[in-house]
Every structure is written in structure tokens, then in C-alpha cells.
């Protein structure tokens, strides 16, 4: 079996079949939505604002804060304005038309070789019906679980520069999440994880 180092020049990072994609009504994935100067400029901001130790994993909080624990969000929760990185990036995703309202909150993610976090939906009431990740760094593999049968199983590699974006089907019926391993295998190929940093944008829902 074969094993790359995904970050030499010479590495060819294996590809996503689509026709696997497709199964997963609603479920769109862009390879580079963003430049490499863009990448590094993202990773350098972020890397120098403040990091949230309060997971297993380090986070920062654009917008809105998101409890974890109670899993609701209110007009408390509110931190101030997107910074201008993060509206940039919003605007954008609302002009290219992968998310009918803009959104004003962000999450950033940091994933260490084995971390990951549990399969999941996102907060229903909390956030519209679109959900979008942006990935910086190290590739993984995003694992998408069928709510109602879970040996249905699609297997997505998040490339640096990519984006997910789940909306219909994909968000409401599907799970999403990353295991915990330090190696990840796709399409034969078996590569060791580095750092990943993730980009969740989403329109907030306050009644």
C-alpha cells in the first residue's frame, strides 16, 4: 500500500470520485475556492489572534459564541461583527451562491495529527440550512454518515483550499464528522495527517 508525504512537490494527493459524492443529495464540494496566497494570509491571521482551550481541541469564535454543552445560540452569545477576513469570506460565498443568506457566525477549528470530532448534525434550530467548512493546511478524510443507517457511509477528502458545503439532504439527514487517527487512507493511498485548521461559516437562527 502506498504512502505519500502530501506536502512534497512531487506528491499527487488522490482525488474525490465524484459519482460517490453525488449520493449525498445537497452535498457540494469545490476543490481550491481560495489561492495559495490566500491560504497562508488566512493561516498567519489566525494563528495570531487568541486560541479557545476549552475542547480537546483549540477553537476560535467569530460572530457569535456557539455553547457546545447546551447546544443553543442567543442574542447574549453575540461578540461583535465578523472580522473583515471572515465578512470578506462570507460575502463571497453568498455572491457565488453557495448560501442564500450571508453568514455572521464563524467557527475555526484547529485538528492536531489524532483529533477529530464525533459525527454529528449541526444545531437544527441554532443555524440556517446551509453549513460551510473551508480547509486550510493538512488534507483529512471527513467521514458522512446516513442518519437513518449508518452503514451508509461516504468518505470525503477535505483538501487544503476546498470547501464543503452541506445544505438539503446533507444537512439534515447526514452526519458528518472526522475520526481520531494520526494516518488516513483513501483510494488506496495512506498519508499521515498534519495540522488542519477549518473554517465553519453559518447564518445564525435567533426567534
Known amino acids: 500500500m502506498a504512502q505519500l508525504d502530501l506536502f512534497s512537490s512531487e506528491a499527487k494527493i488522490p482525488k474525490n470520485k465524484f459519482d ?4 449525498v443529495k445537497g452535498l457540494v464540494y469545490c476543490e481550491n475556492y481560495i489561492s495559495s496566497e490566500e491560504h497562508f494570509n488566512l493561516l498567519h491571521f489566525i494563528d495570531n489572534q ?28 453575540f461578540i461583535g461583527d465578523l472580522p473583515a477576513w ?13 448560501i442564500n443568506s450571508i453568514p455572521d457566525q464563524v467557527i475555526v477549528n484547529e485538528y492536531l495529527p489524532g483529533q477529530g470530532i464525533a459525527h454529528h ?5 441554532c443555524f440556517d440550512d446551509t453549513i ?14 446516513y442518519k437513518f443507517d449508518r452503514t451508509l457511509r461516504v468518505e ?14 446533507s ?13 488516513d487512507n483513501f483510494n488506496g493511498i495512506s498519508f499521515n495527517r498534519e495540522r488542519r485548521v477549518s473554517l465553519t461559516f453559518r447564518k445564525v437562527i435567533i426567534e
Open 20 to 23: 460517490a459524492l453525488n449520493k
Open 121 to 125: 448534525i449541526d444545531c437544527v434550530p
Open 86 to 98: 471572515a465578512s470578506h469570506l462570507a460575502q463571497r460565498l453568498y455572491n457565488d451562491g453557495y
Open 132 to 145: 460551510i467548512s473551508l480547509s486550510l493546511g493538512s488534507p483529512c478524510i471527513m467521514d458522512i454518515l
Open 156 to 169: 470525503v477528502l477535505l483538501e487544503p483550499r476546498s470547501l464543503i458545503v452541506l445544505k438539503g439532504e
Open 171 to 183: 444537512r439534515y439527514k447526514w452526519l458528518h464528522g472526522i475520526s481520531a487517527r494520526k494516518i
Open 50 to 77: 487568541d486560541w479557545l482551550g476549552d475542547l480537546k481541541r483549540r477553537v476560535q469564535h467569530y460572530g457569535y459564541k456557539y455553547d457546545y454543552k447546551s447546544r443553543k445560540i442567543d442574542y447574549s452569545m
